[in-house]
């Protein structure tokens, strides 16, 4: 039987392919995932360049604070925290400056510093929910199901059939494979979501994050 050399040549491009159509999936959710935590910033500030700065505070604090990963008790309400106590850090230092335009009105800060906050909790598991599939198999189930879903650890464990030490082990990995998207998040492009991209877009996110990363170094050796 005869081949088109052709053939083969698709045949070996496959594997190529097949990385680049994940790279893009990737890609794709950590614009999105990003765009979720915007959008719900955006509302909450009325204000897109504020909503960029405390985004860009929560990822970075997010990452600093990366170590305490392995004795929270899920990620969404870790997350939800960091995300509550930078949105209240911003509108202290609003206050401070006396500004006569009110960005955040005091009913806004209450409820990120008392109690549960329904629209913020949603935006953090939206963008986790983008995250996930970015994850391999076993860790983003285990993420979902004990992180998100608040299962018991060794309910998960015993319906899948591993013993609660592996459930340990893969909620581990699996959260600081979250970090390593947490920090590509940081510094993808927001317009083209590309972490190497040089448009006037990514070049002003890159040095937002490093100039935020930067000062909070500052503050450390102070």
């Not at 790279?23 to 960029?52: C, K, M, T, W, Y």
């Not at 993420?143 to 030490?165: F, S, Y």
């Not at 927001?190 to 040095?207: N, S, T, W, Y």
């Amino acid at each position: 039987m005869n081949h088109d050399p052709n053939d083969r040549l698709s045949t070996a491009d496959q594997p190529n392919t097949a990385a680049k159509d994940a790279d893009i999936a990737v890609r794709r959710s950590l614009v999105e995932g990003r765009q979720h935590i915007l959008n719900f910033l955006r509302r909450r500030l009325g204000d897109p360049e504020a909503a960029e700065d405390v985004l860009q505070t929560f990822m970075l604090r997010a990452i600093d604070r990366s170590e305490q990963l392995r004795d929270v008790r899920a990620v969404r309400g870790w997350l939800g925290q960091i995300l509550a106590s930078s949105i209240a850090d911003y509108g202290r230092k609003v206050s401070r400056r006396r500004q006569r335009e009110v960005v955040m009105a005091p009913t806004d800060l209450d409820s990120v510093q008392n109690g549960f906050d329904e629209e913020l909790d949603e935006a953090i598991c939206n963008c986790l929910y983008k995250l996930l599939p970015t994850l391999r198999p076993e860790y983003a189930e285990v993420i979902w199901r004990v992180d998100l879903q608040e299962q018991p650890r060794d309910a998960v464990a015993k319906d899948l059939g591993i013993t609660l030490n592996n459930i340990t082990v893969r909620l581990h990995r699996g959260r600081q494979a979250l970090k390593t998207r947490l920090e590509q998040m940081c510094l993808t492009c927001p317009v083209h979501g590309f972490l190497d991209c040089d448009c006037d877009a990514a070049e002003k996110a890159r040095a937002r994050f490093q100039a935020m990363k930067d000062d909070a170094g500052a503050k450390t050796t102070d």
